[in-house]
């Protein structure tokens, strides 16, 4: 497997660390590093400022959220940091929930599937450059059917250095991943267990036997985000990476639409999850995060002694997952890359 770096999402301000341990990353050879945005910092301007140091090292977006921007701005992004990095982009896209859309974005939620099909499709055909782009979809009409009534169908001033920039989704259910299968270049998983490769692989196959499927299992990516720290002590490990599973599952979603408990309700841990999000929304957030069993945790992440993570590398490499995204504490990139190389 190849091996990128998660610069992750940023607290109240930059995080600490992250351009030496990206200088460090380019050093080591790692193949990726991948930014992240919620409703703080945005995935792009940290992929353009760090990686403006960097020479060969991939840059993708994991993720950037659909709803910040049309089709048409996300596609001017991508064709941007393309030209600017030397064709070393990735456009990583998501749908993200509907407390993010609605409440931080002002836009509806509903239909994120049939949504994101639609901004794919946009943005491919913007990509390709060979006629002014139109689009008659439910989502993103182009021209607009109304406003001044003055639109015309544009086509691109920029050529881009690559009309095939790889677009990969962010998906956790069945469905969201059979979409990607069908009409992406690769899948970002979040949260990812060894223990689900076999249900992630039925709903692989079932996108790629879709009709007009863009790949096949052999040329299709599979960059999963993957908590490591690396330290003697499991249970001193396992707690840097409990306040992030228990924000996903208390805070990152409604108690009745929470796409990330879901997730952990469907690797067996449904009454562990009842409980975090009854502690997390109740306010209690200490409380949700010591609920959260170290069992979970190394089922989502690497984490312990160095000789423990190459012990359970093996059930990581047997899985359908092409590149390991390691979010780690910065000073841990040399012991990182020693344990996974």
Known sequence: MKLGYHTGYWSAGPPAGVPEAIARCERLGFDSIWAAEAYGSDC?????WWGASTER???????????????????????????????????GLGASGPQ????????PYPKPLARTREYVEVIRRILARDV???????????????????????????????SDIPIMLGAEGPKNVALSAEIADGWLPMFFSPKMDGFYREALAEGFAR?????????FEVPAFIPMVVHDDVEEAANLVRPSIALYIGGMGAKSM??????????????EVAEIQELFLSGRKLEAMGAV???????????????????ELQLWNSTVITSLIVQSPPEQVGAVADILS
């Open 132 to 162: 002014p782009v139109t689009h008659a979809g439910e989502f993103y009409p182009l021209p607009y059917p109304g406003g001044a009534n003055l639109g015309k169908p544009l086509k691109s001033t920029v050529h881009p250095l690559r």
């Open 57 to 91: 090292i991939r840059l993708g977006t994991n993720i950037m959220q659909i709803s910040a921007r049309t089709p048409a701005a996300a596609a001017m992004a991508a064709m941007t940091l393309d030209h600017l990095s030397g064709g070393r982009f990735i456009l």
């Open 100 to 107: 993010v859309v609605e409440g931080w974005y002002g836009q």
């Open 258 to 271: 929470n796409f990330h408990a879901n997730h952990f309700a469907r690797l067996g841990y449904e009454a």
């Open 44 to 48: 792009l301007t940290p992929l353009a």
């Open 211 to 219: 009709p007009g499927a863009r790949r096949t299992a052999a040329d």
């Open 293 to 311: 069993p170290t069992k979970l945790v190394e089922d989502i992440a690497l984490v312990g002694p160095a000789a423990k993570i190459r012990d």
